[in-house]
């Protein structure tokens, strides 16, 4: 596994050569990847923060650090030029004007060049790798182009802008190409991968469904790639621990007395950046003592603004701003003994802030814009006494998770102040059940769950725990609603066990109970979707009378009226029993092997053959076939390799289906690599449920067919209550 980002995960200390020193440099992200990258050999690919030196390849902590050098001139260019003053206030929506330079596009694309060499060169055959953020957009696609058998993924940490903003940037397309590349892309909210989707469409015309877009690369071929959200999150535990510690507790009690022992402390904390609210809650907070609704006695505002970008106009004249405006507030407001606001333009420590966490009655996080703001998380992990009240804007990702927090749009100062008037009058009771909520959503979804889900998108590994997750839960609840439900359903693997014989394979109990449950309500059809032959699915499924069915990857369409056609033409008759000929015989060198005749072709099945003997026998049978007729439709499953005269696929048969029925919306639930045909046709009301491991389009995963029989229980109980 490599990791691609713009800072590694190490600071440089000083010296040269064998005495070169490196402090680790804490984050949420190393946090994350880690124990990861240590258990896959990783390596770590980013630039060491000092300009114009080049440093060797070196181990550190278990990890090997790639570092990639940088000019002083590629620093203003590509880092604080393009990525800072052009994409960066582009993808805030704006907030500042972003300046469009050439000559910092064409550094922007140097040094991408360069990233995604280096990461080439420290991956090995088929690695995966994993490209961090805004600064590295066209990395994905440079791999792909140098490494095409490398599994990339992206992940953009900030937000994804509507196409209206997007599409002022003069390499709109460069950029979308770059991020292409990848297999999975990786945003903060829905509503980001959904603006991504929309510049594909309107720049490229890829068709796009639900979070799957068909990219047709230069050779012809359709690729899927994946672009969904993936919130990330922090080490919620480690943020717990350090405010329980007694030193911390200690220092939180120091603060409020250094303050004047206010009965209500506000604290925002931020990088000193414009997209961050910091002069609307200054503002609002400056009225409230004006108006009288709080006075300096009883509340201040500690405000933490970090350094940013000093190198930066914007970001230096920001800093003026905001100091001038602090001058004057504690100008107007502050007594001798009380000060209105305190601002400290500087970092802390994670300790410092776990102690400022615990000492704020109010958290003020009122961004503008933001991907996540993981400060209103990390003040919610502090908070194990469940005090306290998060304020938080809804223009971060952040409140889609945090939905207890008292929502505030900050361009609405009079909604902000009532805001922060309520969070600083709510009764105690009101915010431990508020804090309660806001900690078990942290917890639930830390920082490791976010890279692990991310991560089993990308490479299909991963445990999968037993049961129905919370999220296919409440996607159920959303399906039960829906006027016409389309719940199509694979057999083999997903309804019955995988068993050695695919003539013995029969339902679940709970499965075939619940299957018959769904078949029976007049506002949801249920239809079987298999690669068997339709005489075969019938004899081991017994499905239902009202279920609708589809054989042979779609060759073969039982509809409503019960008839099932398949009229092959008089060469494809002479192409199938040319082709029964040819795997019969290539199957009958391999005890353990067999065929299955199929209306338009044949399977080889070689599941009793152990892995290296199946793949073999299966390389064999596919080089006789492609040598007497090439061209033929071919399909490799589990343990199985299928030729056919008549191409179809699942995708082509649910599209089919869902036309028949007319439905609102779909379950699809498979296990099998055929059934990513019928994920890639998937919308964005629809569910799909991959069961058991590999790598998967659909945003669901099961392990095996007791909890597909519990997901389909539990739609059917949905559905009854709904009605």
Not at 206 to 233: C, E, L, M, N, W
Not at 419 to 445: G, H, I, T
């Amino acid at each position: 596994m490599v990791v691609v980002s713009n800072r590694l995960p190490v600071d440089y200390l000083g010296g040269e050569g064998a005495q070169t020193q490196w402090k680790a440099s804490p984050g949420g992200l190393v946090t994350a990847l880690e124990p990861v990258m240590r258990a896959a050999d990783g390596a770590w690919v980013g630039w060491t923060g000092v300009a114009e030196r080049e440093f060797e390849p070196f181990e550190h902590d278990g990890i090997t650090i790639v570092p990639v050098p940088l000019s002083a001139d590629e620093v203003e260019d590509y880092y604080e030029g393009f990525s800072n003053d052009t994409l960066w206030p582009l993808y805030h929506d704006v907030i500042a004007p972003p300046r469009y330079h050439r000559e910092w596009w064409d550094a922007y694309v140097r040094v991408n060049r360069r990233f995604a060499e280096a990461a080439a060169n420290a991956a090995s055959d088929g690695a995966v790798v994993w490209v961090q953020d805004y600064q590295l957009q066209l990395v994905p696609r440079m791999l792909r182009e140098i490494r095409p058998d490398l599994v990339i993924g992206f992940f953009n940490h900030i937000p994804f802008p509507a196409y209206g903003i997007y599409s002022q940037l003069p390499w709109r397309r460069q950029v979308i190409a770059g991020l292409l590349g990848a297999d999975v892309i990786g945003f903060q909210r829905a509503a980001d991968a959904g603006n991504f989707s929309r510049a594909v469409r309107r720049l490229f015309g890829y068709r796009t469904r639900g979070t799957v877009i068909d990219v047709r690369d230069d050779d012809g071929k359709v690729r899927h790639v994946v672009a969904r959200h993936f919130p990330i999150s922090i080490d919620a535990a480690a943020f717990e621990q350090m405010a329980r510690r007694p030193e911390v507790q200690e220092r939180a009690r120091e603060i409020r007395k250094s303050l004047g022992d206010p009965d209500i402390v506000m604290l925002g904390v931020d990088r000193l950046d414009y997209t961050k609210g910091i002069r609307h809650r200054m503002k609002a907070f400056g009225e409230l003592l004006r108006d009288g609704r709080l006075s300096v006695e009883e509340a201040t505002l500690v405000q933490v603004a970090s350094p940013s970008r000093e190198r930066v106009d914007t970001y230096r004249q920001l800093r003026d701003e905001i100091e001038l405006q602090v001058g004057r507030l504690n100008g107007d407001h502050s007594t001798l003994g009380h000060q209105a606001i305190t601002y400290l333009h500087h970092g802390y420590p994670r300790e410092e802030m776990a102690a400022l966490y615990l000492a704020a009655d109010v958290m003020l996080v009122t961004a503008l814009r933001d991907g996540m703001n993981l400060v209103a998380k990390e003040y919610v992990a502090s908070r194990y006494d469940d005090d306290g009240v998060l304020v938080l804007s809804e223009f971060t990702g952040a409140s889609d998770e945090l939905r207890q927090a008292v929502l505030v749009n900050p361009h609405d100062i009079d909604g902000l102040k009532d805001a922060m008037v309520e969070a600083a009058r709510m009764p105690k009771r009101e915010r431990a059940r508020r804090m309660r909520a806001l900690r078990k959503r942290v917890r639930d979804n830390d920082v490791a769950n976010w890279s692990a889900t991310f991560l089993e998108t990308l490479t299909g590994a991963g445990p999968i725990s037993p049961g129905v997750p919370d999220g296919l839960r409440a996607a159920i609840a959303r399906l039960a609603e829906m006027p016409r439900l389309l719940v199509a359903l694979d057999f083999d693997g997903t309804l019955a066990p995988i068993v050695d014989r695919p003539d013995e394979a029969r339902s679940t109990e709970r499965a075939r109970t619940a299957v018959e449950r769904l078949a029976d309500a007049d506002d949801t059809r249920v239809a079987l979707v298999s690669g068997r032959a339709l005489d075969s699915l019938k004899d081991v499924a017994a499905p239902p009378v009202a279920a609708l069915l589809s054989g042979s990857h779609g060759v073969e369409l039982q509809l409503d009226g019960g008839g099932v056609t398949l009229d092959l033409r008089e060469g494809e008759l002479t192409s199938l029993e040319q082709l029964i000929e040819i795997v019969e015989d290539a199957a009958s060198s391999s005890d353990g092997a067999w065929v299955e005749r199929k209306p338009a072709g044949i399977a080889l099945h070689t599941r009793k053959l152990s892995a290296t003997a199946g793949a073999a026998l299966q390389r064999v049978a596919r080089e006789r076939v492609d040598a007497a007729l090439p061209g033929l439709s071919t399909r490799s499953g589990k343990n199985v390799l299928e030729f056919a005269v008549r191409a179809s696929d699942k995708g082509e048969a649910l599209t089919r289906l869902r036309q028949h029925v007319g439905a609102d919306a779909v379950l699809y639930v498979g296990d099998d690599i055929t059934d990513e045909d019928a994920f890639a046709t998937l919308d964005i009301d629809d569910v799909g449920v991959k069961v058991g491991q590999g790598k998967s389009l659909a945003a669901f995963r099961l392990r095996g067919p007791d909890d597909v029989a519990e997901l389909l229980e539990l739609l059917a109980d949905r559905r009854d209550a709904a009605r």
